[in-house]
């Protein structure tokens, strides 16, 4: 259950990375947001709590830990950096691996990784007409290029539609 609440928690929260999301504490909340720096880029950011991250928050919110971590990956306070990437990798290599028997169950012959959430948000977000600059800007990319290699392309068929309505 643990690796399905990160990829949603990662999709509903505009593609937030795993390595953010085991920094978050319950701190990080305040109201309906969730506020954070996202560790690659230093940018700080706010995300609003939408209905299917504030489940995943109840979830978590009476989940055993001894930490005031929301994600039970770092399992204890004050641990070094080496000791907080080491633990990360363990715990993406486990996610990763679920992530693969998911795609494997649902016969998705795509590799499904971590980082999959966070282009899925993109693309939807693409597919229901959001402009690509507030999609970079929601990712917190720092060049549009960067949010065009995100996106997928549409097929021919959503192309065609949307050059009839020319007509």
């Known amino acids: 259950i643990h ?3 990160y990829f949603l928690f990662s999709f509903y929260t505009r593609g937030m ?13 305040y ?15 706010q ?10 928050l109840n979830f978590y919110k009476v989940y055993p830990s001894n930490t005031n971590y929301i994600f039970p990956v770092l399992l204890r306070e004050n641990l070094t950096p080496n000791q907080i990437e080491n633990r990360k990798y363990k715990v993406m290599k486990l996610y990763n691996s679920a992530l ?3 795609a494997k169950l649902c016969n998705i012959e795509k590799r499904i990784t971590t980082y999959v959430a966070r282009h899925s948000f993109a693309t939807c977000m693409k597919h229901k ?6 999609i970079s800007e929601s990712l917190g990319h720092q060049n549009i290029v960067i949010t065009q290699t995100y996106l997928k392309n549409f097929s021919n068929s959503v192309l065609d539609e949307a050059a009839e309505a020319l007509l």
């Open 47 to 56: 995300v609003k709590i939408m209905k299917p991250v504030k489940e995943i």
């Open 129 to 134: 007409g959001v402009s690509t600059d507030v």
């Open 3 to 5: 690796f399905k609440n």
């Open 31 to 45: 109201g309906d947001r969730i506020y954070y720096t996202r560790s690659k880029t230093k940018v700080n950011f």
């Open 100 to 102: 693969k028997e998911i």
């Open 17 to 29: 990375n795993f390595a953010d999301m085991i920094h978050l504490t319950w701190d990080s909340i």
